[in-house]
T-cell receptor, first 115, second 111 residues
């Protein structure tokens, strides 16, 4: 089974702090994704990566950056956390870009609270 | 914007079949229909997907109408553990292969 793990289930940070959210997948997937999920807004794509050191902006990249130095690891960075970034953050991975039936597998999520 | 329409909530008795409808009237010929579910406080879980034909796996069945404008996810013998939000998603076939998530259907299985 595909396993996607996220570094923390719950995280509390202060406004202005730099925040790192880590995601690791163990199935040699090429694609990795970061979403945030807010009540009434569903899942929204922040960034995704289709290869090591490659990244593409999603729908809401402002205030975020990402890093993918190794194939199995995809990090989301909040350079200066703000209260409006309080949310559930979900990481996902999928096998390969170009597959029309590519399935995304999700981690358990990190609930981030910014005070 | 989401390309699918689902009822916001549904109930089903434990042991009965749960039938979750989804409308996707603007679906293109090469776009797949995906179903995911999200149990409270967990990440979404893939259930099934299809293009034209009906599909079945160990979790569920997917029935797609001939005109492909709607589909139904069937959980044949619902259990309390199937209580979750179910998302019907049309796969956007472009270079990003992005999933467009709607609000989903909150399915409550009652004993």
């Amino acid at each position: 089974d595909v396993k996607v793990t996220q570094s923390s289930r719950y995280l509390v940070k202060r406004t202005g702090e730099k925040v790192f959210l880590e995601c690791v997948q163990d199935m040699d997937h090429e694609n990795m994704f970061w979403y945030r999920q807010d009540p009434g807004l569903g899942l929204r794509l922040i960034y995704f990566s289709y290869d090591v050191k490659m990244k593409e902006k999603g729908d809401i990249p402002e205030g975020y950056s990402v890093s993918r130095e190794k194939k199995e690891r995809f990090s989301l960075i909040l350079e200066s956390a703000s209260t409006n970034q309080t949310s559930m953050y979900l990481c996902a991975s999928s096998l390969m870009q170009g597959l029309s039936t590519d399935t995304q597998y999700f981690g358990p999520g990190t609930r981030l609270t910014v005070l | 914007d989401a390309k699918t329409t689902q009822p916001p909530s549904m109930d089903c008795a434990e042991g009965r079949a749960a039938n979750l409808p989804c409308n996707h009237s603007t679906i293109s010929g090469n776009e797949y229909v995906y179903w995911y579910r999200q149990i409270h406080s967990q990440g979404p879980q893939y259930i099934i997907h299809g293009l034209k034909n009906n599909e079945t796996n160990e979790m569920a069945s997917l029935i797609i109408t001939e005109d492909r404008k709607s589909s139904t996810l069937i959980l044949p013998h619902a259990t309390l553990r199937d209580t979750a939000v179910y998302y019907c998603i049309v796969r956007v076939v472009d270079s990003n292969y992005q999933l467009i998530w709607g609000a989903g259907t909150k399915l409550i299985i009652k004993p």
